[in-house]
């Protein structure tokens, strides 16, 4: 049973989010995408931040060190050492309308991420794959708002959330290729302005999704039954993800609005493991 999420003491977002945990120095990683900020709590509880130069949709660890970030016009390298950032492939730059969101890395290093409309216009988002070699593939167009992505613990599926589609959707995915078919809905959430976000998968193969305006994180069993809703003091409740050196914290990001807390990173204790984060192998 989960535990009352507790706020950490960490900095405040504008619009917080892509929470990822580097297990190699058991440290936690998120963004501010309308700061342009990349956050990180270390082992000893202590932060830092960069600035991304333009609006981050998501960021991961590299294995040949430093990090990875998804921001406007593609993804870039991060040296955290020196602050400097190096393009590593340019995704949609020709449309300044456009900005890189969510993302997160398969069990082989490649970084799965999406796109979208600043001003959310239907249809204008995409999905890419930048693979350890740094080519871009095109896997999906005609997305609204490109967001949460993760795979099953037997990497048989890969789960989606186009948030303008109000569902959470979940694909074959073949962990030899990094290819994904034939896509089908997973769990519908919320209607209107209450849409699901981010989402992690846990060991056990339950699927939780952060519900923004819903003041809430759900979490589903692998058929995409609700087991249980972890309430939350901030509306805009936006991603989440496992961490700690048992994998046993799930951290949650906000997003400033409605509630008394908006903007805040939350932990709580669910009572299962999630999966590591893998990081970027190019
Ligand atoms: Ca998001």
């Known amino acids: ?86 393009t590593l492939a340019e995704v949609e730059k020709d449309q300044p309308g456009n ?59 890969m789960y989606y959330i186009d948030s303008q589609a109000h569902r959470v959707d979940v694909f074959d995915y073949d962990p030899a290729t990094g290819q994904i078919g034939g896509r089908r809905p997973f769990k519908a959430v919320g209607e209107g302005d209450v849409v699901p976000d981010g989402l992690t998968v846990d060991a056990d193969g339950g699927v939780w999704v952060a519900v923004w305006e819903g003041y809430a994180l759900l979490h589903h069993d692998p058929d995409g039954q609700l087991i249980e809703t972890v309430d939350l003091p901030a509306a805009r409740v936006t991603s989440c993800v496992f961490g700690g ?16 807390s908006g903007g805040a990173l939350f932990v709580c204790e669910p009572g299962v493991t999630g999966q590591p984060s893998h990081p970027f192998r190019g």
């Open 1 to 86: 049973m989960t535990t009352q999420p507790e706020r950490v003491q960490a900095p405040v977002c504008t619009l917080g989010e892509g929470p990822v945990w580097d297990g190699r120095d058991q440290s936690l990683y998120w963004v501010d995408i309308l700061e342009s900020r990349v956050h990180r709590m270390a082992a000893d509880g202590s932060f830092s931040s960069w600035d991304t130069g333009q609006p981050v949709g998501a960021v991961v660890p590299r294995a040949s060190g430093g990090l990875v970030v998804a921001v406007r016009d593609g993804f870039m390298a991060l040296d955290p050492a020196s602050g400097t950032l190096t």
């Open 99 to 157: 900005r890189m969101n969510d993302g997160s890395c398969d069990r082989a290093g490649r970084f799965y991420a999406g796109t979208m409309a600043f001003d959310e216009s239907p249809e204008a988002g995409a999905l890419y794959r930048l693979d350890p070699d740094l080519s871009v593939t095109s896997l999906l167009t005609g997305v609204g708002t490109s967001n949460g992505i993760g795979w099953s613990p037997d990497d048989r599926l």
């Open 245 to 260: 050196p048992d994998l046993d914290r799930l951290y949650i990001t906000t997003a400033a609005g409605p509630g008394e």
